[in-house]
Each structure stands twice: as structure tokens, then as C-alpha cells.
């Protein structure tokens, strides 16, 4: 059986104009792929009750949206080598979270940065092999960005992905 390859050739498109809206079914197709990004187009269009040819074609119309941005597998860090993780709060140069955010992108373990409200500007997840390692990642490397005016380091203990909620009426 011929593999099928969803979305274009080129990659991700940046998605032009408004977003247009989801339907139950785009939903449903949503929660199969976050729950299992390997699902076939055949096991999507029968769990959702839509053809293969509806089906396959919702995903690529998710894709070239943007609602579906890729597809990626779920690692459980700590048997990947990475056994420490930490969120890290970072306060920053008003108006440099351009700058700022090209830098954190390239630091080694990182997994998520956003630009947030509240006591602080950045919340960044890293995963590290060890604690030596995320010491040095901090006091190094993120201390050193000319628009980082402070951190604080909170370290994880312990973590759960929690998987997408079934269909609700």
C-alpha cells in the first residue's frame, strides 16, 4: 500500500487571512491526531464517520490553515537523557521579545518559550540531562542575554501530558 503524505511538498505555509472555523468533525480529527499523530487517513475517516477523500482532504485543509502546525512524537525525556526540567521565569528589556526570543530558541533543551502577563515577561520549559547542566544553561547562558534582567528557575519534579479530552456533546 502507497504511504500518503499530508500538507504540501514545500512545508508549512503561513496561513493567510482569517481563521475559519471549526466544525465537530475538524474537532474530532483534531483530538485522533494530538492522541495519535501516526493514525491513517482510513482509521481517521472511519472513527469520524467521513470518507477517506473527506478526510484526507479536512487534514490537508488543517494543515495549510495552520491549525495543524506538524506532527511530532511524544518523548518521555528522562529516558531520552534529558532527566531534569525546569520552567524558567525570565523578566526582560521592555520591547526586546523579538530578540530575545531568537536567542532562547537556540539554547540547547528548549521546548517552549511564551511571552506572558503577570510578575514576568518569558516562561521557557528546558529539559537538561542533569542539574549541573541546567545550572549552566542559567547562570551562563541566559544570564549573559544583554535583555535578560532577571530569572527564576523552578525546577519539575515530576510531569503528566494530559491527552486530549474525549468528544463531549
Not at 491513517?40 to 484526507?56: C, M, P, Q, T, W
Not at 528522562?78 to 526570543?101: D, F, H, M, P
Not at 536567542?103 to 518559550?113: K, N, T, V
Request: aromatic share 4%; charged share 25%; net charge neutral.
Amino acid at each position: 500500500m502507497a504511504e500518503v503524505v499530508l500538507g504540501s511538498p514545500e512545508g508549512p505555509r503561513t496561513p493567510v487571512g482569517p481563521a475559519r472555523p471549526l466544525d465537530s468533525i475538524d474537532r474530532a480529527i483534531l483530538r485522533m491526531l494530538q492522541a495519535d499523530g501516526r493514525a491513517s487517513i482510513r482509521s481517521v475517516a472511519e472513527r469520524v464517520h467521513v470518507s477517506r477523500a473527506n478526510a484526507y482532504a479536512r487534514i490537508n485543509r488543517l494543515i495549510d490553515d495552520g491549525v495543524i502546525r506538524g506532527f511530532a512524537a511524544r518523548v518521555n525525556h528522562e529516558r531520552a537523557g534529558q532527566g531534569t526540567s525546569a520552567y524558567i521565569t525570565l523578566k526582560i528589556v521592555q520591547n526586546s521579545w523579538r530578540t530575545v526570543r531568537e536567542q532562547l530558541q537556540e539554547l540547547p533543551g528548549a521546548a517552549h518559550i511564551a511571552l506572558v502577563s503577570g510578575d514576568f515577561d518569558v516562561l521557557l520549559l528546558v529539559h537538561t540531562p542533569d542539574n549541573r547542566t541546567l545550572r549552566e544553561l542559567v547562570l551562563t547562558r541566559l544570564q549573559s542575554i544583554p535583555e535578560v534582567l532577571s530569572t527564576r528557575t523552578l525546577l519539575v519534579f515530576e510531569e503528566t501530558d494530559l491527552d486530549p479530552l474525549p468528544d463531549t456533546p
